[in-house]
């Protein structure tokens, strides 16, 4: 919990109302539910228009306690004079006038206080105010975050984007040189290469596609009664080479399950997690992959024989980008956005993941989701 002084000026031409003000809350402390910190006030005081435009030129003022008649101007005059700083201004008045109200909220006050009022009303009206600057500041401090965020993931996702390029652009430069001579074949493993980073660099791109659609919302679903056990083992088909590549076996125990979902996600949920299984595995292991309920939830399990992944790891795999980086995977390909798809995926079927793994034995994430409502 952190201290917050807000700064207030009473300005007043009687002298008894600005030290009752002073007194009334010098040690108040707002607090209110949607206040997490603790905001106290510095309380300084003018006993006229002119004393506190001054004070106001100089001085940074968030809340202002202003009597309606002052002896030298009244309180729309200086309303007027202070409309471009951000001041929450109450407004004090000694009868409480339908027509002053209306002229001083188009002029910007913040709230009333009709004389004479008890240090209570005073308080809970400073309270008022105080949980509005409050509520601004913690809205400006998230926007600025989010601001930072996106930053971060456009500078991370240009780094991403610029190593294949300039990989590809080094080998393009050598086969122009003619470097190893005039055979063809003898550039063979610089195209594969080249090929093979062209081919991550496509994957990355269709990530972002859907990472953006997810996030945006702007992700069109047709939402449908899919059968799991029909759908899962279509995309599991399609992984088979690259797990034989590796002599890798993927086993399958799936139960007959239907789920009221978008078959696009059902695929890009279900390929990251087979393709992660396959990638972060050892040659000649196995991926398991069992599909099933649980009370209200459609339950997919994925493990693997693989590689693990470190207990203080685990919270960090589903932000963009984070690859854990070791021995053993760097030489493994990937954007590090294949687990924040799948977070996206599952939060917007109300579902849940589990992870459990051993380092160096393997890791299995266990899937929750919720059925959707049909569409028409
Ligand atoms: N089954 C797994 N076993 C061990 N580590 C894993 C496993 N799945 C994911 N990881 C770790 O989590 C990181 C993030 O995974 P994620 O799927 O988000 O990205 P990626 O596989 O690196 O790239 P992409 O999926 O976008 O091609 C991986 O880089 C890897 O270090
Ligand atoms: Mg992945």
Do not use: W
Request: proline share 2%.
């Amino acid at each position: 919990m952190n201290r917050i002084t807000l700064n207030v000026l009473v300005v007043d031409d009687e002298q008894g109302m600005t030290s009752g003000a002073e007194r009334c809350l010098r040690r108040f402390i707002a607090k209110d539910e949607n206040i997490k910190d603790e905001i106290s006030f510095a309380v300084s005081t003018a006993s006229s228009g002119k004393e506190a435009l001054d004070f106001l030129e100089k001085n940074n003022v968030d809340i202002m306690l202003l009597d309606y008649k002052l002896p030298d101007m009244n309180g729309i005059e200086i309303l007027e004079k202070v409309s471009d700083k951000k001041i929450l201004t109450i407004v004090i008045t000694a009868f409480a006038s339908l027509d002053v109200a209306i002229t001083a909220t188009k002029k910007g006050a913040f709230d009333f206080l009709a004389k004479p009022f008890t240090p209570e009303e005073l308080r809970n009206s400073v309270r008022k105010a105080a949980t509005s600057i409050y509520s601004m500041r913690m809205l400006k401090i998230l926007e600025e975050e989010k601001k930072s965020i996106r930053f971060e993931f456009i500078s991370v996702l240009a780094h991403e984007l610029k190593s294949p390029i300039s990989a590809v652009e080094g080998y393009l430069k050598l086969i122009d040189e003619r470097i190893k001579g005039n055979d063809v074949s003898a550039y063979d493993t610089m195209i594969k290469r080249s090929i093979e980073r062209l081919n991550s660099m496509r994957k990355l791109i269709i990530d972002i596609i859907d990472l953006t659609k997810l996030e945006s919302n702007r992700k069109v679903r047709n939402i449908e009664r899919i059968n799991l056990a029909q759908s899962v083992k279509s995309i599991i088909d399609g992984f088979e080479n690259q797990a034989k590549e590796r002599n890798i076996k993927i086993i399958t125990d799936i139960k007959d399950v239907f789920i009221n979902a978008d078959a696009g996600d059902i695929e890009m949920l279900v390929s990251n997690m087979v393709s992660n299984g396959i990638k972060y595995n050892k040659d000649g292991g196995e991926v398991k992959i069992i599909v099933d309920s649980e009370g209200e939830f459609t339950k997919l399990i994925f493990s693997d024989t693989g590689i693990g992944i470190k207990q203080e790891d685990l919270d960090k795999l589903f932000k963009e980008f984070v690859r854990i980086k070791n021995e053993q995977t760097r030489t493994i390909e990937g954007s590090g956005l294949g687990l924040s798809i799948v977070k996206k995926i599952v939060d917007f079927y109300d579902g849940k993941i589990n992870i459990e793994s051993e380092f160096g034995k393997g890791t299995s994430f266990t899937l929750y989701l919720k059925s959707k409502p049909p569409c028409d």
